[in-house]
């Protein structure tokens, strides 16, 4: 009984913590510490599967996005698999970019220092000849539980 009168007074509450606009009175949600608290425990996970030469700007706007969803307070962590294994490595040229936007090395390794994680799948390594030694500084061979510990019920997932 007690839960439910609990329940009952954070509906209210949560009634009671709405403005009113100018536009008819529709309510606005307040952002509280409570919400703001939830979106910290939420996963972006992005995942790109071009390279940079067969869309540029795909991989551009995953990189931008990345960014976006870390500005938001979202832990965030880059999936590259299929042709996209091709970006995080050595042998991207490092003034690659996609027209007035940062190399995507360099975004790359600006996202890594901030805390985004750089997996690579290892199967399609495989599949492009690509090995460990050959990808970037900040990026890794992904396994299972690496990847999958960014999956669950409060994950986002883009793919570019």
């Known amino acids: ?9 954070v509906l209210g509450l949560t009634g009671c913590l709405r403005e009113q606009s100018g536009d008819g009175g529709r309510p606005i949600p ?11 425990n939420k996963i972006a996970l992005i995942s790109i599967t071009n390279d940079a030469k067969s869309h540029p700007q795909s991989l551009n706007m995953g990189l931008t996005f990345a960014k976006f ?15 996209g294994v091709n970006v995080p490595t ?13 190399p995507y090395k360099a975004q790359i390794a600006a996202l890594a220092a901030a805390g985004v994680e750089i997996h690579v799948c290892p199967v399609c390594m495989g599949d492009l000849d690509i090995k460990k030694s050959d990808l970037m500084k900040d990026a890794f061979v992904t396994t299972k539980p690496k990847l999958f510990a960014n999956l669950g019920s409060d994950t986002m997932v883009f793919t570019y």
């Not at 307040?30 to 910290?40: E, F, H, L």
């Open 90 to 102: 050595n042998s991207m040229a490092n003034d690659a970019s996609y027209g007035k936007h940062d």
């Open 69 to 83: 969803c870390l500005d938001e307070g979202y832990k965030v962590a880059i999936f590259f698999n299929v042709k």
């Open 1 to 9: 009984m007690k839960k439910l009168l609990a329940g009952i007074l």
């Open 30 to 40: 307040v952002r509280d510490s409570v919400v703001q608290a939830q979106s910290a």
